[in-house]
Nanobody, 122 residues
Framework: QVQLVESGGGLVQAGDSLRLSCAAS????????MGWFRQAPGKERELVAG????????YYADSAKGRFTIARDNAKNTVYLQMGSLKPDDTAVYYC???????????????WGQGTQVTVSS
């Protein structure tokens, strides 16, 4: 089992940047494919970005391509989401999650953090 704790959310203005962090504890962090999800009020939770165990391959939703970067540091048991050119539509609770293998299917993520709020004002 792995425990996940997100941090780094906050209130920013449109066009700003923000870096989210997700610290993991428990079983070997490097064993998991990691994803960042977000959920806006009244909307379904959606995958924003994912990264393989080694960090060698990444996935981005269309909404994140060119603006967000996912990275991980297995020595620090941490996964990051660097967000740039933020828009009001990026306002959501952001969650990190762990899966046993590469997947875009939300139900295949076994472990979740509690989420961190990101609010982008116009």
């Amino acid at each position: 089992q792995v425990q996940l704790v997100e941090s780094g959310g906050g209130l920013v203005q449109a066009g700003d940047s923000l870096r989210l962090s997700c610290a993991a504890s428990g079983r070997t962090f490097s064993s998991y494919y990691m994803g960042w999800f977000r959920q806006a009020p009244g909307k379904e939770r959606e995958l924003v970005a994912g990264i393989t165990r080694s960090g060698g391959s990444t996935y981005y939703a269309d909404s994140a391509k060119g603006r967000f970067t996912i990275a991980r540091d297995n020595a620090k048991n941490t996964v990051y989401l660097q967000m740039g050119s933020l828009k009001p539509d990026d306002t959501a609770v952001y969650y990190c999650a762990a899966a046993f293998g590469p997947t875009t299917i939300i139900y295949e993520y076994n472990y979740w953090g509690q989420g961190t709020q990101v609010t982008v004002s116009s």
